[in-house]
């Protein structure tokens, strides 16, 4: 609990009060949120998400939603993308890459890449090396 | 338009570019004199350095509004800038033993955990996980 007497204390204290205080619900959030971020990989679907919560699939949605903002589906999305600009970093295959992170399909990765990050994943790549060589020339 | 700058109003530029390299671990990125007393100066995160920039912006220095607002916010404990970390209680203990003040301790709330330090130059600044 905060318990110091600043206006923010305050402010924060009324919210985790009276937003965070179904802690049935915030364990089932953050298990999940937990459970994608270890199998990000996977073919992950909310019936499967859903059984390792023990809750109906459209209230998890509900959830997920509601604590974090965003459905998993979105947030899925962006842990792979974020993990894909890492291996791409390191050398690895566009292909590679794609399969590596849960990605059905290149063609979808890259559609998908160029539209959350501005690039192809291979101009994105080009540009890691690329910075990567610059730095080392000083 | 892409979210490349963001701001913090610093009362002293030459310190706070000391506490956010040395301290937090940024990294100096641009580095450009405007005046005698002002520069362009940005820092970045060390692990994304192509990432969104901080300007570190001497504004309560020359316009009297930034400052009293400064004020304002920290007096209240408000942190008007975040940054995101994988383990704040592993941040915190790192922070404590290079002296920096915490005014919220890791605290977990909801579905994130927070800290909020104060950075020297007159801002709150929080850490936050996720959960």
């Given at each position: 609990m905060i318990e110091e007497s600043t206006y923010y204390f305050k402010q924060a204290g009324k919210v985790m009060n009276e937003?965070?205080?179904?802690e049935g619900q915030l364990n089932a959030v953050i298990g999940t949120r937990k459970y994608i971020d270890n199998h990000?990989?996977?073919?992950?679907?909310l019936d499967l998400l859903s059984d390792v919560r023990f809750t109906s699939k459209f209230h998890l949605l509900r959830l997920f939603k509601k604590y974090y903002g965003q459905t998993p589906k979105q947030y899925i999305i962006g842990k792979r993308i974020e993990k894909a600009k890492e291996f791409l970093k390191k050398g690895r295959t566009i292909t590679d890459t794609c399969f590596e992170v849960g990605f059905d399909t290149p063609s979808s990765f890259s559609t998908l890449f160029k539209c959350r990050v501005g690039l192809t994943p291979t101009e994105f790549q080009k540009r890691a090396t690329f910075t990567k060589f610059d730095k080392f020339s000083f | 338009m892409k979210v490349k700058v963001t701001s913090i109003p610093v009362q002293d530029q030459e310190k706070a570019l000391q506490f956010y390299t040395e301290k937090l671990g940024f990294v100096k990125k641009v580095d450009v004199p405007l005046s005698e007393h002002s520069r362009w100066l940005t820092v970045v995160s060390k692990e994304d350095q192509e990432g969104v920039e901080i300007l570190l912006e001497p504004a309560p220095n020359h316009f009297e509004p930034s400052k009293i607002y400064q004020q304002a916010l920290f007096e209240a404990g408000i942190p008007y800038t975040q940054f995101n970390s994988d383990d704040v209680q592993r941040d915190y203990e790192r922070l404590i033993d290079l002296g920096v003040e915490f005014s919220v301790k890791p605290t977990a709330m909801g579905t994130v955990k927070i800290a909020v330090f104060n950075d020297t130059c007159g801002n709150n600044i929080q850490i936050v996980e996720m959960l």
């Open positions: 937003y965070y205080a179904n990000f990989d996977k073919d992950l679907k | -």
